[in-house]
Nanobody, 115 residues
Framework: QVQLVESGGGLVQPGGSLRLSCAAS????????MYWVRQAPGKSLEWVST????????FYANSVKGRFTMSRDNAKNTLSLQMNSLKSEDTAVYYC????????RGQGTQVTVSS
């Protein structure tokens, strides 16, 4: 069964850091383009980052470039999103997904940036 499960969210102060994880089952992450997307309260789904299969090239939305880092652990079949210098506008539910529109995403993990 193909499944994605996100974890690692929480409450963090502005300027803080969090590391999100996404565990995949039923397929190999290394064979697919994979994405992080997020949805802030009252807003539509927003693309955050992408990682390519095999080589692992990464791409980021301008809003997170230089602060977020996406990576993949092939041995564990997991994705990570290291988020630094967090801002209040990063508050959202974060999902890993099979495309920029959020296809195949899991239940998500809540990230709240607030003092």
């Amino acid at each position: 069964q193909v499944q994605l499960v996100e974890s690692g969210g929480g409450l963090v102060q502005p300027g803080g850091s969090l590391r999100l994880s996404c565990a995949a089952s039923g397929f190999s992450l290394n064979d697919h383009w994979m994405y992080w997307v997020r949805q802030a309260p009252g807003k539509s789904l927003e693309w955050v980052s992408t990682i390519s299969p095999s080589v692992g090239s990464t791409f980021y939305a301008n809003s997170v470039k230089g602060r977020f880092t996406m990576s993949r652990d092939n041995a564990k079949n997991t994705l990570s999103l290291q988020m630094n210098s967090l801002k209040s506008e990063d508050t959202a539910v974060y999902y890993c997904a099979n495309d920029r529109q959020g296809a195949g995403r899991g239940q998500g993990t809540q990230v709240t940036v607030s003092s």
